[in-house]
């Protein structure tokens, strides 16, 4: 069983830095593909980035290239999000989530995954 744990969030301003980071508790993290969201209330969950078990394979939003960065630790069952020159616009709940890895389905589809965390709220203000 998957048990992801999100961490790092917080208020930092316009152009500041965070990283995330999505614990799994359930040892079985380095069979499966891992993604970040992220959800403003009353709208729909965003694909942020997306990384496969062997972190040969990354996928990002076109709006967060060049200034987010995921990777992942298997070693530690982690997997991070650094997050440069936020937005205020960004400000959201980020979400983990995981999938087992090769599975059929887009990688920035949130239907393809099957675990997620309870997510972390992140807020850069203007």
């Known amino acids: 069983q998957v048990q992801l744990v999100e961490s790092g969030g917080g208020l930092v301003q316009a152009g500041g830095s965070l990283r995330l980071s999505c614990a799994d508790s359930g040892r079985t993290f380095r069979r499966y593909a891992m993604g970040w969201f992220r959800q403003v209330l009353g709208k729909e969950r965003e694909f942020v980035a997306a990384?496969?078990?062997?972190?040969?394979?990354?996928y990002y939003a076109d709006s967060v290239k060049g200034r987010f960065t995921i990777s992942r630790d298997n070693a530690k069952n982690r997997v991070y999000l650094q997050m440069n020159s936020l937005k205020p616009e960004e400000t959201a709940v980020y979400y983990c989530?995981?999938?087992?890895?090769?599975?059929?389905?887009?990688?920035?589809?949130?239907?393809?995954?099957?675990?997620w965390g309870q997510g972390t709220q992140v807020a850069a203000s203007s």
């Open positions: 990384i496969s078990w062997s972190g040969g394979i990354i």
């Open positions: 989530a995981a999938t087992p890895d090769g599975s059929s389905g887009s990688l920035s589809n949130p239907g393809t995954y099957d675990y």
